[in-house]
């Protein structure tokens, strides 16, 4: 099986398993794998949970399409993560969009995001070990419609500022839509994604009351697991 063959399977098999757990519905949410010669994405408005292989868009370097069903509308933005992470996680291959629904849900209304840096407001506060080895910091984008280039920007200047700051960061949210989460593989992108969306049921669930973890015990988790917080 070739590289690109193996993406396609994993892809699927991904989107198949994020659909029959109600991390993404309908036709909401896109993957994408950057290979050697470009990258796959799945399809605009194409259902997550029955993808076929050859249904997937390929997308040169140059940024054009050369084979599949039409590359979803969010390629530019997966173009734009790729090119800002790498700078920071060169393995950086798989990106995952959901519209998962605790993700989405902390995004609407007036205090629903927590205190980030000095740049940016957070989705989520530290508040269990895995969230911080996991997943890290995840700033959260102003609202804009599905597809706007205008993120473009926002987005890079977000994964330089984490990176800067020694806490690259592998997870954003856009305001009202859903996160954008990425890794090493469709495999590692998914884990990501599962424990962001499990640390926001439970920050919801007890209403935002919980004690985030002190500076020592996230000192602890940067020394012993290399946590990036």
């Not at 990258?39 to 194409?46: N, S």
């Not at 050859?54 to 140059?62: E, G, P, Y």
């Amino acid at each position: 099986m070739t590289e690109e063959q193996f993406a396609r399977a994993e892809i699927c098999r991904v989107g198949k398993s994020l659909f029959e757990r109600s991390y993404v519905h309908a036709t909401a949410g896109n993957i994408s794998v950057r290979l050697k010669d470009g990258f796959l994405i799945t399809p605009t408005d194409a259902c997550l949970g029955f993808l076929e292989p050859t249904q997937l868009a390929k997308i040169d370097l140059q940024g054009q399409q050369v084979s599949g069903d039409k590359a979803s509308k969010t390629m530019a933005l997966h173009a734009a993560i790729y090119q800002a992470a790498e700078a920071f996680d060169a393995d950086t291959s798989c990106i995952i969009h959901t519209h998962s629904t605790h993700c989405v849900a902390l995004t609407l209304g007036q205090q629903s995001v927590v205190q980030g840096t000095d740049k940016y407001p957070e989705l989520l506060p530290p508040i269990t070990p895995y969230f911080v080895m996991k997943v890290g910091h995840v700033p959260v984008m102003p609202y804009m419609r599905p597809g706007d280039v205008a993120v473009l920007e926002p987005v890079k200047d977000a994964i330089a500022h984490y990176g800067a700051m020694r806490a690259p960061i592998r997870a954003l949210m856009l305001s009202r839509l859903g996160p954008y989460v990425w890794n090493s593989s469709p495999t590692a992108a998914m884990a990501t994604l599962e424990e962001l969306e499990e640390t926001a049921k439970l920050w919801q669930m007890k209403q935002g009351s919980v004690e985030p973890l002190t500076e020592e015990q996230l000192s602890q988790l940067r020394t012993v697991f290399a946590a990036r917080w």
